[in-house]
């Protein structure tokens, strides 16, 4: 065992470690979010996520209250829905079970939909500042150099090993095992990376055992998956006489659970039959988009037909596409709005008084992103985001700093109402 571990950790997270993360020290309810929402997603990408979903859902009550339609709008563009289902589930018990408290104990956080032991252990430590135990990726490979681990680290044999050390190296008072929780993440987040480790910067660079032999890239070592093939799936644009698009609501427990999308089939005779649709081969072509899923990837040819409401079968619903906010796979989106398609909905743009071309669907998940939608113009939110990115550079800002993202959104809504901001060095006003 390496000599005083959680001292030397707590010391260097003091000093290099993340503080201003929004969802720290913000109780059980913010922890779990986030910790569900970081399973298989980046801290840059999760936290205005993070913020979005807590402006909307701020409890677990709201939570557990909230149509499943509307927690899934919210997740897309996160991918993995399986996650925002089980969190809809999990509150839906605790309201029910537990009169709305999520639980400390251990067992009885596992028993939740989409809460395993990591998880739990996450939810004790940060949340409720009880001893919690984690071992989630960047824990799993902080250990497995530090110890040389080899193997399939998601094999029981090595889980036993990486969870008695887990277990050894946290320390036994709830304060203490907080801070060991987030340090082993940041840790692994920011020094023992998956490539490109910062060796150097390392508190425990000469106790690492992967390090001593010269062998850190060769720990963990990657886990053989078996790639699926190449799909070709065709997805099917019906649009009726009142301009409303056909949408179907996805299986719950396949890819996009949850979401809506229009008819999608592996030809497209195959939709025509299942939507009884007779002229299906008189469908326009539109061109072809290749998207990745983790271990596959997919070729969408997009069609476009147009028909009357009454002759199609309705396994769906008719919809106006503009602002339709009960959640679209990011994908989908691309399809559907391409440059040139869909551009005639014009809104009054205060930032350059006159009425534009409107965005094709809200830029964000929730009230934020409706508002935008409502009142501001293409051309604006794409001026802003370069004007944001400016500023972010020029001030070097952190997204992950409370106090950057607060002047940031202040400036944002400045630039809207066509107010004095401040305006990032190098800015050229618009030509017209």
């Not at 070097?396 to 944002?412: C, G, I, P, Q, Y």
Request: glycine share 8%; net charge neutral; aromatic share 10%.
């Amino acid at each position: 065992m390496i000599d005083q571990f959680a001292q030397r950790l707590a010391a260097w997270h003091k000093q290099y470690g993340r503080h201003e993360l929004p969802w720290q020290h913000k109780g059980a309810y913010a922890t779990w979010i986030s910790e569900i929402m970081l399973q298989q997603t980046q801290v840059q990408v999760v936290i205005p996520y993070f913020e979005r979903f807590m402006q909307n859902f701020p409890t677990v009550n709201d939570l557990g209250s909230a149509s499943l339609d509307s927690v899934l709008s919210h997740w897309a563009g996160l991918g993995y829905y399986s996650r925002a289902r089980n969190l809809h589930k999990a509150a839906k018990i605790i309201v029910s079970d537990n009169h709305g408290e999520i639980p400390n104990d251990l067992d009885r956080l596992m028993e939740l939909p989409g809460i395993g032991r990591s998880t739990a252990g996450a939810i004790r430590s940060l949340g409720f500042g009880l001893r919690g135990v984690i071992q989630d990726g960047n824990v799993r490979r902080v250990l497995s150099r530090l110890f040389c681990i080899s193997g399939d680290l998601s094999k029981a044999v090595a889980q036993k090993t990486l969870w008695t050390l887990a277990d050894d190296l946290t320390p036994q008072s709830g304060g203490e095992s907080r801070i060991h929780t987030q340090a082993m993440m940041d840790l692994g987040s920011l020094i023992c990376r998956r490539s490109k480790p910062a060796c150097e910067l390392c508190p425990f660079a000469k106790d690492c055992q992967a390090r001593q032999r010269g062998e850190v890239s060769q720990f963990p070592e990657p886990k053989r998956v078996k790639q699926r093939a190449d799909e070709l799936w065709v997805v099917l644009e019906i649009k009726n006489e009142c301009d409303e698009h056909l949408l179907i609501q996805r299986p719950t427990d396949g890819i996009w659970g949850g979401l809506y999308t229009p008819p999608i089939g592996s030809s497209l005779s195959e939709i025509g039959k299942r939507l009884r649709i007779a002229d299906v081969l008189d469908a326009d072509y539109q061109g072809e988009i290749t998207h990745a899923f983790s271990h596959f990837k997919v070729h969408l040819e997009h069609y476009h037909l147009t028909v009357h409401s009454s002759d199609v079968c309705h396994l769906g619903e008719w919809h106006l596409i503009h602002g339709f906010q009960k959640g679209l796979p990011a994908p989908i989106q691309k399809l559907l709005f391409k440059k040139g398609r869909y551009m005639t909905r014009m809104v009054f743009c205060k930032k350059y008084k006159q009425e534009l071309p409107g965005l094709p669907v809200p830029p964000l998940p929730g009230a934020t992103g409706q508002e935008i939608f409502e009142t501001v113009s293409e051309k604006a939110w794409k001026e802003w985001q370069a004007n944001q990115t400016m500023l972010i550079n020029e001030h070097r800002l952190s997204l992950m700093d409370a106090n950057a993202r607060k002047f940031l959104t202040e400036e944002m809504h400045r630039f809207f109402d066509n107010q004095d901001y401040a305006k990032p060095e190098g800015y050229v006003p618009p030509s017209s």
